[in-house]
């Protein structure tokens, strides 16, 4: 039996150890997915678990702003930390604008889990 000419060097087995990882990565993406964890994947991207939470953010911001600037606003979502809010008026928004700071705070300790930074108001249709 003869001798090969050349024989593999430690760096000829690392490049074939990083192209079999990358092979075995490749495959592993591109078999099948269980359905939950793609569904638990789309509805975490999408947001649809958000809507629930949307319903205690109303409660929240009805409680907290009392029962006559909640009739005049409706509470859009959060996003990135920013709670939207739509005002009927401007004068009432102006208020609002004032007040928020104490706002953010009792919806801190209302819900912690929200994780509200900030409230943008905007003056438009309210029902």
């Not at 087995?13 to 079999?20: D, H, M, T, V």
């Not at 958000?50 to 009739?71: D, H, L, N, P, Y």
Request: glycine residues 8%.
């Amino acid at each position: 039996m003869e001798k090969p000419l050349i024989q593999p060097t430690a760096d000829d087995w690392k490049y074939i150890a990083q192209r079999r990882k990358k092979e075995a990565a490749r495959l592993a993406a591109r078999s099948p997915k269980p359905i939950g964890k793609l569904l638990a994947r789309l509805t975490l991207r999408r947001g649809y678990g958000r809507t629930r939470s949307v319903g205690q953010i109303e409660a929240a911001w009805k409680e907290i702003v009392g029962e006559f600037f909640a009739g005049c606003t409706r509470v859009g979502g959060v996003r990135r930390g920013v709670l939207r809010v739509t005002v009927d008026n401007s004068a009432a928004m102006q208020n609002l604008v004032y007040a928020a700071p104490q706002f953010i705070e009792k919806m801190k300790e209302s819900l912690p889990e929200s994780s509200i930074k900030d409230i943008k108001f905007h003056v438009g249709a309210t029902r």
